[in-house]
């Protein structure tokens, strides 16, 4: 089974300020289809989750252009290039390279303000 | 609007059974997968069980294999988990969310249901 980890788990950050979680994965999520489905989601307190990043880097509908994917193979990252207050709340990545049937899930990373 | 509504959750004994429906409206239901997810208090996100858009092909986290079944009504529009053999570790908020299987993401969510497995 793919184990997904996250670096920072716990990220204070300073409005205005850029902020970076790291995602790393124990197998390629490269497809056999050649697509590599590793998502982020935002979780803020009290919502359920939300879709910011698909396939890597593909911002989902609304989400602002401050958020951004990148990496390959086993190694990701998201990027907040300048944290509002809104932006308070967990951040998860997630395979889906073997779905169907299985997702997973990384431990998540807590962004807060200083 | 494009909405789901799990339901089904309450408090449960141990070995006991509850099943949780979820209901999708605003968008065409068999053109997508479906996925359980749950979020045991002050916890992370943990994948339970998914569906692809017929049914065919089903998957179960370890921690649930032979004690939960996913299934889905397309003429209803509805996603189901029927959990038996209840433990106190099961005991979380239960999402449900659409997959879109050719982009590999999970959008939208639902509010979840609470299942609470206590004696």
């Known amino acids: 089974d793919i184990v997904m980890t996250q670096t920072p788990l716990s990220l204070p950050v300073t409005l205005g300020q850029p902020a970076s979680i790291s995602c790393r994965s124990s197998q390629s999520l490269v497809h056999s289809d050649g697509n590599t489905y590793l998502s982020w989601l935002q979780q803020r307190p009290g919502q359920p989750p939300r879709l910011l990043i698909y396939?890597?880097?593909n911002r989902f509908s609304g989400v602002p252009d401050r958020f951004s994917g990148s990496g390959a193979g086993t190694d990701f990252t998201l990027k907040i290039s300048r944290v509002e207050a809104e932006d308070v709340g967990v951040y998860y990545c997630?395979?889906?390279?073997?779905?169907?049937?299985?997702?997973?899930f990384g431990p998540g990373t807590k962004v807060d303000i200083k | 609007e494009v909405q789901l509504v799990e339901s089904g959750g309450g408090v449960v004994r141990p070995g006991g059974s509850l099943t949780l429906s979820c209901a999708a409206s605003g968008f065409t239901f068999d053109d997508y997968g479906m996925t359980w997810v749950r979020q045991a208090p002050g916890k992370g996100l943990e994948w339970v069980s998914g569906i692809n858009w017929n049914g065919g092909r089903i998957g179960y986290a370890d921690s649930v294999k032979g004690r939960f079944t996913i299934s889905r009504d397309n003429a209803k529009n509805s996603l189901y988990l029927q959990m038996n053999s209840l433990r106190a570790e099961d005991t979380a908020l239960y999402y449900c969310?659409?997959?879109?299987?050719?982009?590999?993401?999970?959008?939208?969510w639902g509010q979840g249901t609470l299942v609470t497995v206590s004696s």
């Open positions: 396939k890597i880097s």
């Open positions: 997630l395979q889906a390279t073997q779905f169907p049937p299985s997702f997973t």
């Open positions: 969310a659409t997959v879109e299987e050719v982009e590999g993401w999970l959008d939208p």
